[in-house]
């Protein structure tokens, strides 16, 4: 919900096909994506259970932010979800992304806190606590200094690893 308006994937798509054809021409392959993207929107939101809403959102995130190299190779996932959320974050003259992360705060650094969504735990790193503070304390920096994409690559961090858990099999599905 921004500025009580629920976008839902037809709001979505309605204003995505009021874009004049040749400007969504003009960048096809981009085009393409968003219109992917918003059929897993769609289906995130008749999903009847948190993993299969987590998943076709993954789905619709990934659809958005990912791209072909020069190669015809995928490129890097996190390279390529960071400058997607940097380039949002600066569009977003509006600044609605931060009402909606700091509204969600509590429960944001709630997420970035648990060892079970940090990857140096699951790596078995030694120092995977002192690297958990260390990454809560500049999450909370981030908050204070209203840095929308340090909060952001933090989060995305933690659903990182909740998608390789999903994905992978290395997380125990909800009753």
């Not at 392959?29 to 918003?38: D, K, Q, Y």
């Not at 995130?44 to 259970?49: G, K, L, N, R, T």
């Not at 996190?78 to 400058?83: N, P, S, Y």
């Not at 952001?152 to 961090?157: A, R, S, V």
Request: hydrophobic share 45%.
């Amino acid at each position: 919900m921004i500025d009580g308006f629920v976008l839902t994937a037809d709001t979505l798509r309605r204003q995505f096909k009021a874009i004049p054809q040749e400007q969504r021409d003009r960048c096809r392959a981009f085009s393409v994506r968003i219109w992917r993207g918003l059929s897993w929107l769609e289906r995130s939101e008749s999903a009847m259970d948190v993993e299969g809403r987590f998943i076709s959102l993954w789905i619709a995130f990934n659809a958005i932010y990912g791209h072909l190299q020069g190669n015809g190779l995928s490129a890097p996932d996190h390279v390529t979800w960071q400058t997607f959320l940097a380039a949002i974050s600066k569009a977003d003259t509006a600044r609605r992304l931060t009402g909606i992360l700091w509204n969600r705060q509590v429960d944001i650094l709630r997420m970035i806190d648990s060892r079970y969504q940090y990857r140096p735990f699951w790596l078995g790193h030694a120092d995977a606590e002192e690297k958990l503070k260390r990454s809560r304390k500049r999450a909370i920096m981030h908050f204070n200094n209203q840095n929308v994409v340090g909060v952001l690559e933090e989060l995305f961090e933690r659903l990182y690893v909740l998608r390789q858990q999903v994905f992978h099999g290395a997380a125990t599905a909800s009753p």
